[in-house]
Structure formats: C-alpha cells, structure tokens
C-alpha cells in the first residue's frame, strides 16, 4: 500500500544466534493528516533469550501503544504503568525506564499540532505523566482502538484501517495551527538559543510563545529550546558511534559541563552511566527510524512531512 515503510532485523553479534529480533513497520497517515503524528508504526519483538528486555526511552511527544502478548513495566519520574495493553504518554523531558518481553505493539506519537487536534486538555497537564490509557479521560476517548490493535493474530492492513478510521471520528479543528507550525519549525531548526530569539523567529510575543507552548507542547519555551539541544546530542552520540560524548554535542552547548548538568536533568544519570548500559530496543528502532522515516527521534520530526 501507499506509503507503506518497512523494516526487520535480528540483533546478535557474529555466529551467535541473536538475543532477540525487532521488526518495525512505518505507515504514513493520509494527507489531511500532514503535520499531526511523529509516526504510525507497528513494531514486532521476539525475545529469544530471557524473559524481558530493558531499555530506556529518550525524551518525546505525546504517544499513545498497544500492546499484545506481554505489556511493559514502565516508569517516567513519579508516574509508573505495569501490565496495560493501553499505555499512554503526555510529552516527556525524561526518561521512560520500560521492561518489555515479547510482544507485538502499534504506536502513535502526537506532535504539537496532533495534540491540539486530539486533546481538550494542556499538555503540561500531562508532562512527564505514563498511564494506562483506558483509565485516564484524556486518552480514553481511544481505548475504542484497543479490541482491534491487541489482538495478536490481527491483520495489519486492517488494524491500521480502524487507526484511521477512529482518528478521522476523533480529530477536532484548533485555531492555532499556525502558531503551532511557527514555533515547532523554528524550534526543530536549532538556530535559536533563547526565548527571545525564539519568539523573535515566530513573530510573536515571549507571553503568546509561552501560552501556546504549555498548551500544546507541554513545555515552557527554554526548556524546548534546552530538550531539543540535548536530544540533536544523544542522537549523535547514538547514531553515528562517537567515541566520546564531546564529539556528539550539539554546537550550543558552552562546555562539556554544562551538557553533564543537563544530561543528568534530562535522564536522571550521568553521559557515562547511560552510555554503558545495553540499548538493546531503542538503539535498533532509531536506526530504521532513521533509515525509512528520516529522523532518529520523534523530537527531531519537523513539523510537516
């Protein structure tokens, strides 16, 4: 079908018969939808050794996941989730430590845009907030999906059929889209290091830059400008196998401390302690992100593809 994107591959290393294999399948939502979702995707892991696999997911967009076969045990700062097939996140400025063993998942993340359309409710309501999605009344209007998308031996033409099908009954008209896609392009652009020049770009206020921000963003302007600056940074660092940490931070950054102090804040842990555990999920679905969708990370999807 049309804007159908795909990619699967086994992990191991050598001869040895890999730990566990990740299939990750992207679907382009039609045009009407343009500038709403990161990505639809469905992504199939098969854990071949152990039970479960541990990963922590970067900073990102509001998304809602169903799951079949085994749910995740997860957890962003003070709020945590265990055993929904209906998991669902505001937009996050820190990590989501998930446990997750096979299963099968579909996925949708929400831009700005998207989250004007879809949510009544701010988003820094719901910043840094996992839940189950079913029993929250911001995104239980979506639990309809959850019959169709849990089911494991569904037809994937046809699950992503009801995804759009319950998205087109759902989406709502905004008055801000503009603004919206002012400010996400320019701050996705990374030219801008302060509010000022921020809202200088956006033609607009420093106090309408912040009331749209917060409503649809879920976060104050410094802190999008400082959580897109670290994530250009980890995604170098992932992606292109820096040695150090010092080749992979962005431009902005004044020195190497003060991209420590931020690390920290943005995943409670050190660049040295994160870069020692395994990223067994996250490393191999930002690799065919990037790959067959363009960008690594939902944080550094532009505002209209």
């Not at 079908?1 to 039609?30: D, K, Q, V, W």
Request: hydrophobic share 40%.
């Amino acid at each position: 079908m049309e804007g159908y994107r795909n990619t699967g591959e086994p992990t191991g290393s050598g001869s040895e018969a890999p730990a566990f294999t990740l299939h990750s399948e992207f679907r382009a939502a039609p045009e009407h939808f343009a500038g709403c979702f990161t990505s639809i995707y469905h992504m199939t892991l098969t854990v071949h050794h152990g039970d479960a696999l541990v990963d922590y997911l970067q900073p990102e967009w509001g998304n809602i996941r169903f799951f079949s076969g085994n749910a995740p045990d997860a957890v962003i700062g003070t709020t945590a989730v265990s055993g929904a097939r209906f998991v669902a996140t505001g937009p996050s400025a820190l990590p989501c430590r998930f446990t997750l063993g096979t299963s099968r998942m579909w996925g949708i993340g929400f831009l700005p845009l998207g989250w004007a359309r879809f949510f009544p409710c701010n988003a820094s309501s719901l910043a840094n907030v996992i839940c189950d999605g079913a029993q929250h009344p911001a995104f239980a209007p979506f639990d309809g999906l959850s019959q169709v998308l849990c089911d494991p031996d569904g037809d994937l033409d046809a699950q992503f059929g009801a995804i759009i099908a319950a998205l087109d009954t759902l989406m709502r008209p905004t008055p801000d889209d503009g603004k919206i896609a002012r400010i996400h392009e320019a701050i996705v652009s990374g030219d801008h290091a302060t509010v000022h020049d921020l809202a200088a770009a956006c033609a607009m206020s420093t106090r309408t830059l912040e009331r749209v921000c917060l409503r649809y963003f879920g976060f104050a302007p410094k802190l999008l400008i400082r959580r897109q600056r670290f994530m250009r940074s980890l995604t170098n660092f992932m992606l292109h196998d820096a040695a150090r940490w010092t080749e992979a931070m962005d431009a902005h950054y004044h020195d190497q401390a003060q991209f420590t102090r931020e690390f920290h804040e943005f995943m409670t842990m050190n660049p040295r302690e994160y870069a020692a555990l395994d990223h067994p999920i996250l490393a191999s679905f930002m690799e065919a992100r990037a790959r067959v969708w363009g960008s690594a990370a939902q944080t550094l999807d532009p505002p209209r593809r």
